[in-house]
Structures are given as C-alpha cells and as structure tokens.
C-alpha cells in the first residue's frame, strides 16, 4: 500500500504484476504483522507493507539532495511545501538514473531512469468550526525507462565476464509509465469519533520487450542457455552471442492496468469504567482490469546489430481482458483493562472475476475465438491478539489469524479440469518485546497451518509464463524470530548523544509440504510425496 491505499497494478485481476513506488520519495514505512491484517486485505497471510509519501510541512519547508557515482548513476530530489490558513501544499520531484554497468557487444546504454512527479494540496475548513473537515487532493506521476532484460549468463560466460550481456538482448527495454489521483475526506463530529474516506483511482502501463526465441528454428532462450553446446542449441548460442547471423524473435508485453475504488474507516473512543474501549470499522469497493497484449516481432542479427524484418501485430502473442471486482468490510475492537489488551477482528471479502481470452488470431477482438471464464467466491475471517504490558519497558503478546490470498483469475485452458482455490491457512505468534533507550529485544515463535497453499506459472519464477494458479494442498510453516539491539555507548556514557548500536538478528524456518501434488510451474519440485 501506499498511504494506505493498495497500490499493485492490479491486486486482484492479475496479483502477480509488479509495480513498487519509488522508495526515494518515501518518508516512512509500516510494517504490519500478525493479527493486525484483519485491516489490510486481500493478502492477510504474509503481513503487509504501507508506504507513507512525504508530508505536508507544518511551515514553509523545503529539501534538495544531488548524487553522482559511478557508470553516470545520479539521483535529484526537491521538494517544497508549505502550511498556511486553510490551504497546505507540497510538491515533489524525484530522479534515480544510471547509465548501467552491464555490456553489450556494441557501444550502448545498459541503465535506467526513472522519474517521480508528486503533488499535495490540503484544504481545512476554519478551525473554529463545530465539525472539523479536511480534503486533501494527491497525485503521482511515474515514467520508467530501463534497458533491462529477462535474460541471464551461462556459468562458464558468467566467469569469464559477470557484466556482459548477450548481444541479442540489445533490444530489451522496460517502458513503464503510471498515474495516481487520490482525494482523501477526514470528519471528527466529536472528540472521540472520526471517519477518513478516501476515493482513488490508478492506472499503469507497462511494456516489458525482450528476446524470446533464436535462430530459425525458434529455439526458447532458456532451451539455448542449459545446452549451449548441444549440436540442437550450438548455432542459437552463437546467434545469441552475435557471432552468427540468423533470426531472432523479440516479443513485447504491453500490459495496462487500472484500478479504483473507494474505501473508509471509522474510529471510536470509549470508556467503560476502567476499560479503554476502540472500534475501527471500515469498508472499500474495488475493481481493477488488467488488458494484456503480447506482440512478436522478429528481427536479423547482422554483424553483431538487430535488424528489423518483420514488425509484429499488436496481440499476435497474448490477448486478453482480466477484470475483477471486490468488496471487503473488517471490524476491529480493542478493549484494554488495566495492563491488557484484547483485540478481536473479523473481515469480509466478496469477490467476483472475469476472463476473457480472445487468442492470438482476433487481434481486433472481434469474440470470434473468445474463451472465458468465471470465479466468484466469499469469504469470512477472524483473528484475536492479546498483549500484556509487564512494565514501562517489557511486554508480551500472542494471537491467532486466519489468513486468506485469493485464488487468482480462472483459467480458460480446456485442460485444466478444477480452478484453484483460494489459500487458507490459520497463523498463531507468540512473543516477549523489551523496548528501552538503550537495549531493545524481540523474540517471536510463528506457525502457519496452510490448508491451501498456492503457487503460481511464472517466467519470474522458473516456470512456463502460463500465470495459471495451482494448489499445493496443506503444509506448515513454523520458526522463531530473534533481533536484539545494545548501545554499547551507553557502557561507557550514558549521557552521551553518539551511539555504537550492536545488532543481532537470527530466524529459524521449517517448512514442509504434507500432500502430494504436481506443480503447474516451476518454483517448486516437480512431484512432492506425501510426508
């Protein structure tokens, strides 16, 4: 998330395509763990990560930071921003460039660039107002282009030169381009009652190009990488290289996303005696597309140069239309009785998804090879945490979570007789935390009980790029999480403002799979037996 709006191109339709904000222009980042992502749905197995953008200022402030290093690398960030009567701005912008270190056969740029426009524009109304209100309008603007690729070294090449690039990835560029408009409302009608709602609205297009298949037979650059001295790949391998001339098939991944929704939440204190009383209820409509093109182009590797032969057809390689719609609501209540506090939550996902396959022939959609498919599913989740304060410095806490990832868009291959099913697993944490100046503890045991686990096809991941979904039956995951910090300043002057933090930080993770299944990909061993 970033301030606490889901941020992934499409985190429903098509979970698997990335997108992370430029850290660069982050001011902090929140970590949520355990039973706290009863909150932050779909994804309430693995936590959650809610990056915070750069405030608003209190007061006329501004920032500027210049670097420079090696291979042309450099980054600008400014911003300004100010606070005064009813009005607050502030106005960022952020570039991270290199020129690469990777080489190529021929003289060219193996880097990136990357650029960031963010703006924010606050209105209050007048603070002597029996019920405070403010709008706050943001907007991101990211372009990308890095001259990446998909495509790794064999071992021996990799010794001789870690930096080189195959002269055939010359070609492989990465152009990405996204947009993000948010307006967030907060209202107190009283002391202890607020309510943020916030609407938005993102899209993201993205276009990931690169060498596919070489030679004229077509040979798949990862066939030509595990046996490139084979007499079937020896010729590719050389194509690849540029040191034969021959055919080279280059395909593109445009890709545009868009998702929007609304979302809100509202927050009451109460007291009951001496009980502390807190309910958070909150509720977001979303729904994201995800429209896939594949295009291949092919190309002559001439004298260590690519040439373009035969420009591709938009869609000639992937079509298809992935839609998803969600509604989630979660109540959370925290009651606190002296040292202790309790927090019980429940969340609900009702989520509907939509595909449409048109193949690689109707590259004007005209539905004449239409494939669809449909996935609806509903889904109830609770959790309870407890922690106990032992003193101003130690406390500690245990909860139980179930946690849920949906199942993905459905596949249209007639092969494939069940869909995947949503991942399942309940979760249980138990822990003791010591937070003082000068010595900080933390000390976790975890285990997750999966009744579903799932997996993914990915290029990304070993696999064949299908991205159909696939279960992997139950499984555990279980160990402990140890990280301690001293200040060993404080052994030789405790009133001194320098410190000398000594860290350790150790986990322990056993996980096994308990039922037999066959993978569909290839991140996981092809046939698992049961245990």
């Given at each position: 998330?970033?301030?606490?709006?889901?941020?992934?191109?499409?985190?429903?339709?098509?979970?698997?395509?990335?997108?992370?904000?430029?850290?660069?222009?982050?001011?902090?980042?929140?970590?949520?763990?355990?039973?706290?992502?009863?909150?932050?749905?779909?994804?309430?197995?693995?936590?959650?990560?809610?990056?915070?953008?750069?405030?608003?200022?209190?007061?006329?402030?501004?920032?500027?930071?210049?670097?420079?290093?090696?291979?042309g690398t450099n980054q600008?960030?400014?911003?300004?921003?100010?606070?005064?009567?009813?009005?607050?701005?502030?106005?960022?912008?952020?570039?991270?460039?290199?020129?690469?270190?990777?080489?190529?056969?021929?003289?060219?740029?193996?880097?990136?660039?990357?650029?960031?426009?963010?703006?924010?524009?606050?209105?209050?109304?007048?603070?002597?107002?029996?019920?405070?209100?403010?709008?706050?309008?943001?907007?991101?603007?990211?372009?990308?282009?890095?001259?990446?690729?998909?495509?790794?070294?064999?071992?021996?090449?990799?010794?001789?030169?870690?930096?080189?690039?195959?002269?055939?990835?010359?070609?492989?560029?990465?152009?990405?381009?996204?947009?993000?408009?948010?307006?967030?409302h907060k209202i107190t009608?009283?002391?202890?009652?607020?309510?943020?709602?916030?609407?938005?609205?993102?899209?993201?297009?993205?276009?990931?190009?690169?060498?596919?298949?070489?030679?004229?037979?077509?040979?798949?650059?990862?066939?030509?990488?595990?046996?490139?001295?084979?007499?079937?790949?020896?010729?590719?391998?050389?194509?690849?290289?540029?040191?034969?001339?021959?055919?080279?098939?280059?395909?593109g991944a445009s890709r545009?996303?868009?998702?929007?929704?609304?979302?809100?939440?509202?927050?009451?204190?109460?007291?009951?005696?001496?009980?502390?009383?807190?309910?958070?209820?909150?509720?977001?409509?979303?729904?994201?597309?995800?429209?896939?093109?594949?295009?291949?182009?092919?190309?002559?590797?001439?004298?260590?140069?690519?040439?373009?032969?035969?420009?591709?057809?938009?869609?000639?390689?992937?079509?298809?239309?992935?839609?998803?719609?969600?509604?989630?609501?979660?109540?959370?209540?925290?009651?606190?009785?002296?040292?202790?506090?309790?927090?019980?939550?429940?969340?609900?996902?009702?989520?509907?998804?939509?595909?449409?396959?048109?193949?690689?022939?109707?590259?004007?959609?005209?539905?004449?090879?239409?494939?669809?498919?449909?996935?609806?599913?509903?889904?109830?989740?609770?959790?309870?945490?407890?922690?106990?304060?032992?003193?101003?410095?130690?406390?500690?806490?245990?909860?139980?979570?179930?946690?849920?990832?949906?199942?993905?868009?459905?596949?249209?291959?007639?092969?494939?007789?069940?869909?995947?099913?949503?991942?399942?697993?309940?979760?249980?944490?138990?822990?003791?935390?010591?937070?003082?100046?000068?010595?900080?503890?933390?000390?976790?045991?975890?285990?997750?009980?999966?009744?579903?686990?799932?997996?993914?096809?990915?290029?990304?991941?070993?696999?064949?790029?299908?991205?159909?979904?696939?279960?992997?039956?139950?499984?555990?995951?279980?160990?402990?999480?140890?990280?301690?910090?001293?200040?060993?300043?404080?052994?030789?002057?405790?009133?001194?403002?320098?410190?000398?933090?000594?860290?350790?930080?150790?986990?322990?993770?056993?996980?096994?799979?308990?039922?037999?299944?066959?993978?569909?990909?290839?991140?996981?061993?092809?046939?698992?037996?049961?245990?």
């Amino acid at each position: 998330m970033e301030d606490d709006i889901l941020i992934a191109p499409a985190p429903y339709a098509d979970p698997s395509a990335y997108y992370f904000p430029s850290f660069a222009r982050m001011q902090g980042v929140e970590v949520l763990k355990g039973t706290s992502q009863i909150k932050h749905g779909p994804y309430t197995i693995g936590g959650a990560i809610n990056l915070l953008s750069t405030e608003i200022p209190k007061s006329f402030e501004g920032f500027a930071q210049l670097s420079y290093g090696s291979f042309g690398t450099n980054q600008q960030r400014v911003w300004v921003g100010d606070s005064k009567n009813n009005i607050d701005y502030m106005f960022e912008f952020n570039r991270i460039a290199s020129n690469g270190f990777k080489e190529l056969p021929i003289a060219a740029n193996t880097g990136f660039d990357r650029r960031d426009i963010m703006g924010k524009i606050n209105w209050r109304f007048a603070q002597n107002t029996k019920v405070p209100q403010s709008l706050t309008l943001k907007y991101v603007n990211t372009t990308e282009t890095a001259n990446e690729s998909y495509l790794g070294l064999t071992f021996d090449d990799f010794n001789k030169n870690p930096y080189q690039k195959y002269a055939a990835t010359q070609k492989d560029l990465l152009e990405l381009k996204h947009q993000h408009v948010a307006l967030f409302h907060k209202i107190t009608f009283i002391e202890k009652l607020k309510i943020n709602t916030t609407v938005y609205y993102n899209t993201t297009f993205r276009d990931w190009g690169r060498v596919n298949a070489v030679g004229g037979g077509k040979q798949a650059v990862l066939n030509v990488l595990a046996n490139p001295t084979s007499t079937l790949y020896s010729n590719s391998y050389a194509i690849m290289m540029g040191k034969a001339n021959d055919e080279i098939v280059y395909q593109g991944a445009s890709r545009f996303y868009s998702s929007y929704g609304i979302q809100t939440n509202l927050n009451y204190d109460f007291e009951i005696g001496a009980i502390k009383n807190n309910i958070q209820v909150g509720f977001r409509y979303h729904q994201d597309v995800a429209d896939r093109y594949a295009t291949q182009t092919t190309y002559s590797m001439v004298n260590q140069q690519m040439i373009l032969t035969t420009p591709g057809v938009k869609g000639n390689a992937e079509n298809r239309i992935q839609e998803a719609q969600a509604l989630a609501a979660y109540m959370q209540y925290d009651v606190k009785y002296k040292n202790l506090t309790i927090t019980p939550g429940i969340r609900f996902e009702q989520i509907k998804f939509n595909f449409q396959n048109f193949g690689n022939s109707d590259v004007t959609r005209l539905k004449t090879n239409l494939l669809t498919a449909k996935n609806d599913l509903k889904i109830l989740l609770t959790g309870i945490s407890s922690n106990y304060k032992i003193n101003e410095t130690m406390n500690a806490f245990a909860g139980v979570h179930q946690g849920f990832s949906p199942p993905g868009m459905p596949s249209t291959n007639p092969i494939i007789t069940s869909q995947a099913k949503a991942e399942t697993a309940l979760n249980y944490e138990m822990g003791y935390r010591v937070n003082s100046e000068s010595f900080k503890l933390q000390m976790v045991g975890f285990l997750s009980n999966y009744d579903n686990i799932l997996g993914s096809d990915n290029l990304s991941s070993g696999g064949l790029g299908t991205g159909n979904m696939f279960n992997a039956g139950h499984s555990i995951i279980q160990g402990i999480e140890l990280s301690a910090v001293y200040n060993l300043m404080n052994t030789i002057n405790k009133e001194s403002a320098f410190k000398i933090p000594l860290s350790l930080v150790y986990t322990f993770t056993d996980a096994k799979f308990k039922d037999t299944f066959v993978n569909a990909g290839g991140d996981w061993a092809l046939l698992i037996k049961t245990i």
